[in-house]
């Protein structure tokens, strides 16, 4: 069992910047691959990026490339997500995921979920 619990979740403004962190329970951390995903009002959760147990293999959505970058650091197992160059249409809540491996996350093979941190961007 993983259990995911994002933070650094809030207000921006459209060209800002912000850094997600999902802190990770257990010993397992780095058997995991990790990813983001976010979920719009009124929209489908969407993969925004995902990260191979060792950090050496990223992916990332057409929408962020660019302006976001996954990391991780597995001794303090942790997931980032850098959002630079924000746009209001990144306005969502994000959440944390963890699966196999980082193409599965990023086609939605996730076997553990966090409870999502909110991010707003304003004009």
């Known amino acids: 069992q993983v259990q995911l619990v994002e933070s650094g979740g809030g207000l921006a403004q459209a060209g800002g910047s912000l850094r997600l962190s999902c802190a990770a329970s257990?010993?397992?951390?780095?058997?995991?691959?990790m990813g983001w995903f976010r979920q719009a009002p009124g929209k489908e959760r969407d993969f925004v990026a995902a990260?191979?147990?060792?950090?050496?293999?990223?992916y990332y959505a057409d929408s962020v490339k660019g302006r976001f970058t996954i990391s991780r650091d597995n001794a303090k197992n942790t997931v980032y997500l850098q959002m630079n160059s924000l746009k209001p249409e990144d306005t969502a809540v994000y959440y944390c995921?963890?699966?196999?491996?980082?193409?599965?996350?990023?086609?939605?093979?996730?076997?553990?979920w966090g409870k999502g941190t909110p991010v707003t961007v304003s004009s």
């Open positions: 995921a963890a699966g196999f491996t980082a193409a599965a996350v990023a086609s939605y093979g996730v076997a553990y």
């Open positions: 257990g010993r397992t951390f780095m058997n995991y691959a």
């Open positions: 990260i191979s147990p060792r950090g050496g293999t990223t």
